[in-house]
């Protein structure tokens, strides 16, 4: 299983989310760097672990609906240069295919910006798009097509409970599971609430594929040790 880190993104500073309020979002403060910068605050995640990909959310792009990439442009000045995980709040193909025009992108289309399924159904099969599926409690953010329309997600899909992201309450662990349950042989990635290596190991165990993490690593539950177990050294 990949452990990834997040960096969210508001005005050009990583923040801590917490429960997806994100109107209440203030600059991260965190023993890994002397600044909110977002050079800074991954080369400190970086020290926990080499990781080779980071998750950005641009919080202001998905807010506005102007979707851009440049939250990202500073992990480009990271060597080794990682991959980029990018919710940008796409909402157009021309968003969408602007973004991959960056081979270091792979984008992130996040369920609670779209419309409709034109955007998915345009660009389901490339490999590197990446489907989030968003909730707020039980309620499925995003149109409805999106979740009765399995046949037409992507290889990797996030299933994202916003309001665990931050909270420290352990994942969703059902919703994954009904997730897995028909999305056939795609990746499921886990996004909210994960608190230490025991969420980890029970993910792992129910064959998801991934997870995306923060507040774990900033606050030391989740050491470079136990990043190594599942991806690595």
């Given at each position: 299983?990949?452990?990834i880190?997040?960096?969210?993104?508001?005005?050009?500073?990583?923040?801590?989310?917490?429960?997806g309020?994100?109107?209440?979002?203030?600059?991260?403060e965190?023993?890994l760097?002397?600044t909110?910068?977002?050079?800074?605050?991954?080369?400190?995640?970086?020290?926990?672990h080499?990781?080779s990909?980071?998750y950005?959310?641009?919080l202001d792009?998905?807010e506005?609906?102007?979707?851009h990439?440049l939250?990202?442009?500073p992990?480009?000045?990271?060597?080794p240069?990682?991959?980029?995980?990018l919710d940008?709040?796409f909402?157009?193909?021309?968003?969408?295919?602007q973004?991959?025009?960056?081979?270091?992108?792979l984008a992130?289309l996040?369920?609670?910006?779209?419309?409709g399924?034109?955007?998915?159904?345009?660009?389901?099969?490339?490999?590197?798009?990446?489907?989030?599926l968003?909730?707020?409690?039980d309620?499925?953010?995003?149109?409805?097509a999106?979740?009765s329309?399995?046949?037409?997600w992507?290889?990797?899909?996030?299933v994202?409970?916003l309001?665990k992201?931050?909270?420290?309450c352990?994942?969703?662990f059902?919703r994954l599971?009904?997730?897995?349950?028909?999305?056939?042989?795609?990746?499921?990635?886990?996004?909210?609430?994960?608190?230490?290596v025991?969420?980890?190991e029970?993910l792992?165990?129910?064959g998801?594929?991934?997870?995306l993490?923060?507040?774990?690593?900033?606050?030391?539950?989740?050491?470079g040790?136990d990043?190594?177990?599942?991806n690595g050294?």
């Amino acid at each position: 299983m990949l452990i990834i880190p997040v960096l969210d993104v508001k005005d050009g500073q990583v923040v801590r989310a917490q429960m997806g309020m994100r109107d209440t979002y203030r600059p991260i403060e965190t023993p890994l760097s002397a600044t909110p910068a977002i050079s800074n605050v991954a080369d400190g995640l970086r020290r926990i672990h080499p990781f080779s990909i980071f998750y950005v959310a641009d919080l202001d792009a998905i807010e506005s609906g102007s979707s851009h990439c440049l939250a990202a442009g500073p992990l480009s000045l990271l060597q080794p240069r990682p991959d980029v995980w990018l919710d940008a709040g796409f909402r157009s193909a021309t968003d969408v295919g602007q973004a991959l025009a960056n081979a270091q992108i792979l984008a992130v289309l996040g369920s609670e910006s779209q419309v409709g399924i034109d955007v998915l159904s345009a660009f389901g099969a490339h490999q590197r798009l990446i489907l989030s599926l968003d909730f707020r409690g039980d309620t499925f953010l995003g149109p409805p097509a999106i979740m009765s329309t399995p046949d037409l997600w992507p290889r990797r899909v996030i299933v994202m409970t916003l309001d665990k992201v931050g909270a420290r309450c352990g994942p969703d662990f059902d919703r994954l599971r009904s997730i897995k349950d028909i999305a056939g042989n795609r990746d499921i990635i886990a996004a909210g609430g994960i608190r230490n290596v025991n969420d980890l190991e029970r993910l792992s165990d129910m064959g998801i594929a991934g997870a995306l993490v923060a507040t774990s690593l900033h606050s030391g539950e989740l050491t470079g040790t136990d990043v190594s177990a599942f991806n690595g050294s």
